[in-house]
Structures are given as structure tokens and as C-alpha cells.
Nanobody, 124 residues
Framework: QVHLVESGGGSVQDGGSLRLSCAAS????????MGWFRQAPGKGREGVAS???????KYARSVKGRFTISQDNGKTPLYLQMTSLKAEDTAMYYC??????????????????WGRGTQVTVSS
């Protein structure tokens, strides 16, 4: 199992920036891909960005060009740099790890470890 703890959320104005971090511990040596997901009230969990061991990265169309996913050597911490934030980016953001991934995925189903989330609120 992989233990994940997110941080860096907060409240910003429209157009602002935030950097989320995710510290991983436990069986991180077997993690193949990690991702950021978000869930707004009344909506399903949405994939935001994913990064894998082989360098493949995938972004949701809604954040491409505004968000950047990265990670230090050894997979932790995982980061999500968010710029040009919009009100529709308001959500709880979760970090996730997938130990058996074959490719970067924005589908939450394959991810077997999840953090508790960090809230991002963007006001206009």
C-alpha cells in the first residue's frame, strides 16, 4: 500500500496560482503512475493530470496549458502547478498512485492508493 498526503490547497482569486504537493510513502518503489484528480460538489471524480515512470504525461483538456504535473526523483513529492485558475477549477483535489499501470490514465479506476484531498477554491 502507498500512503499519500496532499497539501497546498487554499483560496485564490480568479487568475491566480497555486501549487499542490503530494508526499508519498510506503510501497512507492512499485508505483508506475501517479495522478491528480478533483471532485466538485455534486459531481463525479475527474482526472486532471497523470505522470508515469516512462515520462508519459496526460492532461485533461480543461487544464492543458494551465496546469503542470511534475515529481521529484523517486516519485515523491508529486506536484501540480496550477496557473490562470478559474472558478470552475474549484474542487477537492486528490493525489493517487497506480502500482500496475500500463499507461498514463485520467480514469480513476486503476488507481489503488488515494490521499484524503486538499481543497482549492477560486473566487471571481
Amino acid at each position: 500500500q502507498v500512503h499519500l498526503v496532499e497539501s497546498g490547497g487554499g483560496s485564490v482569486q480568479d487568475g491566480g496560482s497555486l501549487r499542490l504537493s503530494c508526499a508519498a510513502s510506503g510501497d512507492i518503489g512499485n508505483v508506475r503512475c501517479m495522478g491528480w484528480f478533483r471532485q466538485a460538489p455534486g459531481k463525479g471524480r475527474e482526472g486532471v493530470a497523470s505522470i508515469c515512470d516512462d515520462g508519459r504525461i496526460k492532461y485533461a483538456r480543461s487544464v492543458k496549458g494551465r496546469f503542470t504535473i511534475s515529481q521529484d526523483n523517486g516519485k515523491t513529492p508529486l506536484y501540480l502547478q496550477m496557473t490562470s485558475l478559474k472558478a470552475e477549477d474549484t474542487a477537492m483535489y486528490y493525489c493517487a498512485a497506480d502500482r500496475w499501470a500500463a499507461a498514463a490514465s485520467l480514469d480513476p479506476t486503476p488507481y489503488d492508493s488515494w490521499g484524503r484531498g486538499t481543497q482549492v477554491t477560486v473566487s471571481s
